[in-house]
């Protein structure tokens, strides 16, 4: 089991910069990748970042160059560090575990979500 935790959520207008953070715990955390998404009002959730286990990182076209997601093991929290922030850029954000699919940013390859923290980018 593998139980997350987002914060960093928040309002801001076009241009900001925001920093998302996810705090995971149980027991198989290290086991797991991980992958931030989003899912904005009507729309289908949708793969903003993802990392591998040794580090490596893919993204979104739709945020390349603009978000970062980095993972701090040593205090069990991943990161979606958001830049340039957009109108578009709107949506609930989760993050979530797989153990199996790791860089997927597909949803149905991620097996424990978080609650969601809300983004609101204002123009």
């Known amino acids: 089991q593998v139980q997350l935790v987002e914060s960093g959520g928040g309002s801001v207008q076009a241009g900001g910069s925001l920093r998302l953070s996810c705090a995971a715990s149980?027991?198989?955390?290290?086991?797991?990748?991980m992958g931030w998404f989003r899912q904005a009002p009507g729309k289908e959730r949708e793969g903003v970042a993802a990392i591998f286990g040794y580090g490596s990182t893919t993204y979104a076209d739709s945020v390349k160059g603009r978000f970062t997601i980095s993972k701090d093991n040593a205090k069990n929290t991943l990161y979606l560090q958001m830049v340039s922030l957009k109108p578009e850029d709107t949506a609930m954000y989760y993050c979530?575990?797989?153990?199996?699919?790791?860089?997927?940013?597909?949803?149905?390859?991620?097996?424990?979500w978080g609650q969601g923290t809300q983004v609101t980018v204002s123009s």
């Open positions: 979530a575990a797989t153990r199996f699919f790791c860089g997927s940013k597909s949803p149905d390859r991620y097996n424990y």
């Open positions: 149980g027991s198989t955390y290290v086991n797991y990748c």
